[in-house]
């Protein structure tokens, strides 16, 4: 186990208010230890995890293999494949751009920016939040994926372009992968990107962990996964570490005015009822203490977690390259307290 700032990463001490430095000690060594058990019972084949408090990364963890043919270890600088948890990003350069920067209003029908939108009625708040058209919430990240087009008509650029230069590189994400097309760059891939930002992120890429089913706690590797394309709901290849300057950064104001970010981490209403998503994000409390988090899934190749307690500055990141932190737990049914990974942490550090 190390500790390590953001950036530049410097050693920093483990402090956590209210806890005596050696029982927060204790505290990340006896979570180090069952997380680890955990990942081993679920035949994760790696694991890289990480938690932020106040900005700061106190404690971070790589354990497994992110490939296993090559005997290559999981650290928490590995990239992988985040899923739908890119929704985060989404709702953060839509919020950004449209609202924050521009006269969006969360009332505005899609169709207001998109006119082929197929549902007349739907508005941006309801995509946002996964209201269902008839109300209610239903988890549907391909209708999320329609605010693609949204940030991008508002924004008056392309959806990968705002996400680097909007969120990417104002939270000093350098190791972050719009796509994993970049592998085989087009000629426009470097026109809109740059060829030094195109030759970094191909460098990335190929250190992406591998993906690999687990059946019956055994990794196998998956030679059919196919890679996500980019959008407001998929595709962000990633590192914990980049994660957690991005949780710096939102809780900073650097991304988001407050006002802004405060309404995203609120549940949505529909109709008089509460839903348990905000603004691309899921909402929920524990021990009194609101919760907001997000996960991404992608069968039999990758899952991924972030769960923050806002009123402590306290952040919980994880990224498997299997789907074991997201699929036994039916997280998009909206309750966090599911996961085995979210619940440790939850016990251990708001208790």
Request: proline share 6%.
């Amino acid at each position: 186990m190390r500790i390590v700032s953001i950036a530049p990463l410097v050693l920093v001490g483990i402090a956590v208010s209210g806890q005596p430095a050696s029982a927060q000690s204790l505290s990340f060594l006896q979570f180090d230890r069952l997380l680890e058990a955990i990942r081993v019972e679920a035949g994760i084949p790696g694991l890289s995890a990480a938690i932020v408090e106040n900005g700061v990364v106190v404690w971070e963890f790589g354990k497994g293999k992110q490939d296993i043919e090559s005997n290559i270890a999981a650290t928490p600088a590995t990239p992988y494949q985040i899923g739908q948890l890119s929704q985060a990003f989404g709702s953060t350069v839509l919020l950004r751009k449209c609202m924050d920067q521009s006269y969006a209003e969360l009332t505005d029908r899609v169709r207001r920016w998109t006119p082929e939108y197929p549902e007349a009625a739907t508005t941006l708040g309801e995509l946002l939040s996964h209201t269902a058209p008839g109300g209610g919430y239903r988890y549907a990240p391909e209708r999320f994926a329609a605010l693609t087009g949204v940030a991008e008509e508002c924004g008056d650029k392309r959806y990968g372009q705002m996400l680097v230069e909007e969120v990417f590189e104002l939270a000093g994400m350098l190791d972050s992968v719009p796509g994993q097309s970049f592998l085989t760059p087009s000629s426009d891939d470097t026109f809109f990107f740059g060829a030094p930002r195109v030759t970094r992120y191909a460098s990335t890429l190929r250190t992406i962990a591998v993906p690999y089913r687990v059946v019956n706690r055994r990794p196998q590797r998956n030679p059919d996964y196919q890679a996500p394309a980019l959008d407001a709901s998929d595709g962000i290849v990633t590192t914990v570490r980049d994660l957690a300057r991005f949780d710096a950064a939102l809780d900073a104001g650097v991304l988001l005015d407050e006002v802004t970010r405060t309404m995203a981490w609120q549940p949505a209403i529909s109709g008089l009822a509460a839903l348990p998503t905000g603004l691309g994000w899921f909402v929920q409390g524990y021990n009194g203490q609101p919760v907001i988090w997000q996960f991404g899934r992608i069968d039999g190749a990758y899952s991924s977690l972030i769960v923050k307690i806002p009123n402590r500055h306290l952040t919980f990141i994880a990224l498997a390259n299997s789907d074991g932190l997201s699929a036994p737990y039916a997280l998009d049914a909206g309750d966090v307290t599911n996961s085995l990974f979210a619940k440790l942490f939850l016990k251990t550090f708001v208790p």
